[in-house]
Each structure stands twice: as structure tokens, then as C-alpha cells.
């Protein structure tokens, strides 16, 4: 018998996923400018501290290490498999209807239960098939979801980001001005022991800026907890492909 043409079904990689919310080119201009000035400001801090001001240090860590990665997440990447589930839907459609074209070109002369078996088995498949791709299909809209959650997330990360960088800067030129000149250093912290902190109250106001909006961000991260959690739950719909395809 004649095999009946079948649709080609390619699936070439998934375009990485791109930005869709518009994103502060502020952030990526001081970056990497944020080590060195938390440096200079613990330096500032230490000083406070021995004059009584009790203030907590700035992290040690990197922005990136510290708020954006563990916040963010690589939301190109999850656009990514987002497409890529929704590649996979189209597929599973097609190759179904390849299957249903096979099914309904059995030579005229093949008939009897081996026919009909064959028949059903093949049908069954493109049913199973169709049932996978409107599975594989809700997941990318799953992955949708969370990009979308995860590049807003991005934003208010960066947009804070660059209030702590407006914040240090002008921390770190209060503080420069203090120890410049020959002293340096020690003529801070003679000013601190005998003038006392109200000589630097701006100075520790910024510094509790700082310190609060760090502490912002790390709020963010403990906050998106649960939501991260039941997206996890609802990505596991994929549980469920094995059991579609295996009887």
C-alpha cells in the first residue's frame, strides 16, 4: 500500500527568551562601582562604631550574589522554555495528525481484527499525543507566568538598586570629606572622640538608609517564598506525561 504523505515535523532550539518590561540603564552603569564603595562606607562605619554609634556593617557580599540572583532568577531562560513547550505543543499536534493520516490509509484489501487493532492503537496514540501537547501547552503558560513575575521582580530590584547607589555615593563623598587631607583616618576618629557622634549625624542617617534598604531587598527575597512554592505546584503538571504514555 502507498504510506500516505506525513507533515515534517521539526523542532529546531527555542530563541532565547527577551526583556519585556523596560529595565533602568542606571543599574548597569554603577554595578560595579557598589564593592568599592561599601568598602569605604564599612570603613566610615567601623570609625562610627568605636564613637558609640552601635550601626551594622554593610554585606559583604556582591549586589549580584546578594539580592539579584537569589531574587531575580534568569527570566530569559524561562521565556526560553516557555517557547519551548509551546514548540513541543505544535509538534505533538502535528505528529498526532501524521498518526490519524496513517490510520486512515490502510490498504483497502487489509481488513479483519488485525486491521481494526491496528487501527484503534494508532488513533489511541494520536489521542494521547493530542492529550501531551494540551499538557506540555498549559505548562508554557506556567513559564509565561513566572518570566513575567520574575523580569518585574528584576525591575524593582534594579530600581532599588539604584536608590542604594544614589545613597552611597552621597554617603561615601560625606565620609571622603571628613577623613581627606593629611590625617585622614585618624583625624576622623579624633573629631568622633572628642566632638562626639552629633558631628556626623547626616552621616549616620545615611548610613541607616543604606543599611534600611538593603534590608528592603533582602525582604523581597524571603517574600517571594510562597510564591515560588506555588508555581513549583503548579509545574507539576508535568508529573503527568509519563502516565498519558504508557497504558
Given at each position: 500500500?502507498?504510506?500516505?504523505?506525513?507533515?515534517?515535523?521539526?523542532?529546531?532550539?527555542?530563541a532565547l527568551g527577551t526583556r519585556e518590561i523596560a529595565h533602568d540603564p542606571t543599574f548597569t552603569a554603577w554595578d560595579t562601582t557598589y564593592s568599592e564603595l561599601r568598602d569605604v562606607v564599612n570603613l566610615g562605619i567601623d570609625a562610627l562604631n568605636k564613637a558609640g554609634a552601635g550601626l551594622r556593617r554593610l554585606p559583604e557580599e556582591s549586589l549580584e550574589e546578594l539580592i539579584v540572583r537569589p531574587l531575580s532568577g534568569d527570566y530569559a531562560a524561562i521565556r526560553q522554555n516557555a517557547h519551548?513547550?509551546?514548540?513541543?505543543?505544535?509538534?505533538?499536534?502535528?505528529?498526532?495528525?501524521?498518526?490519524?493520516?496513517?490510520?486512515?490509509?490502510?490498504?483497502?484489501?487489509?481488513?479483519?481484527?488485525?486491521?481494526?487493532?491496528?487501527?484503534?492503537?494508532?488513533n489511541l496514540l494520536?489521542?494521547?499525543?493530542?492529550?501531551?501537547?494540551?499538557?506540555?501547552?498549559?505548562?508554557?503558560?506556567?513559564?509565561?507566568t513566572v518570566a513575567g513575575f520574575v523580569e518585574r521582580l528584576a525591575?524593582?530590584?534594579?530600581?532599588?538598586?539604584?536608590?542604594?547607589?544614589q545613597a552611597l555615593f552621597r554617603l561615601v563623598a560625606k565620609i571622603?570629606?571628613?577623613?581627606?587631607?593629611?590625617?585622614?583616618?585618624?583625624?576622623?576618629?579624633t573629631e568622633l572622640a572628642t566632638r562626639g557622634l552629633a558631628a556626623v549625624t547626616d552621616i549616620i542617617d545615611d548610613v541607616r538608609l543604606v543599611v534600611d534598604l538593603?534590608?528592603?531587598?533582602?525582604?523581597?527575597?524571603a517574600s517571594v517564598t510562597a510564591w515560588?512554592?506555588?508555581?513549583?505546584?503548579?509545574?507539576?503538571?508535568f508529573a503527568e506525561l509519563p502516565a498519558l504514555m504508557t497504558r
Open positions: 500500500m502507498a504510506v500516505p504523505a506525513l507533515v515534517d515535523i521539526s523542532l529546531p532550539p527555542p519551548a513547550c509551546g514548540d513541543v505543543r505544535a509538534a505533538l499536534h502535528v505528529w498526532a495528525d501524521n498518526l490519524i493520516r496513517l490510520s486512515v490509509g490502510v490498504d483497502p484489501a487489509w481488513g479483519g481484527q488485525a486491521a481494526a487493532a491496528y487501527v484503534v492503537e494508532v494520536g489521542l494521547a499525543g493530542r492529550a501531551v501537547a494540551e499538557l506540555v501547552g498549559a505548562g508554557a503558560g506556567v513559564l509565561e525591575v524593582e530590584v534594579e530600581r532599588l538598586l539604584v536608590d542604594l547607589g571622603s570629606a571628613k577623613v581627606g587631607g593629611p590625617l585622614g583616618w585618624a583625624a576622623f576618629a538593603i534590608e528592603t531587598l533582602l525582604d523581597l527575597r515560588v512554592s506555588e508555581q513549583r505546584e503548579r509545574l507539576a503538571l
